[in-house]
C-alpha cells in the first residue's frame, strides 16, 4: 500500500491510527530513524500542509517548536 488512492480507500479512522503509529515509531528511533522518505516521495507543500496539520493537533505553536530547536 503506497499509493495515496490506496490510502484514500482506508477508513478514516485507521488512517489516523496508522500515521499516528509512524509518528510515534519515528519519534522514538530518534536520530538513527534517518529521513522519514525519499526526497522525491513527497512536495514540500505536501510536508508543510501536513505538519501544520499535526501541530494544530496537538496544538503546539510555531513558536514553541522554534524554541524546541532554538531557532
Not at 503506497?2 to 496508522?18: A, C, F, G, N, T
Not at 538513527?32 to 522525491?40: R, W
Amino acid at each position: 500500500m503506497s499509493s495515496p488512492d490506496e490510502v484514500s480507500d482506508l477508513p478514516e479512522r485507521e488512517r489516523r491510527r496508522l500515521f499516528g503509529a509512524l509518528v510515534r515509531d519515528y519519534a522514538q528511533r530518534g536520530s538513527e530513524a534517518g529521513p522519514p522518505f525519499e526526497e522525491s516521495e513527497v512536495t514540500a507543500t505536501e510536508v508543510a500542509v501536513t505538519v501544520a496539520a499535526m501541530m494544530r493537533a496537538v496544538e503546539v505553536t510555531s513558536f514553541e517548536m522554534a524554541a524546541l530547536f532554538n531557532v
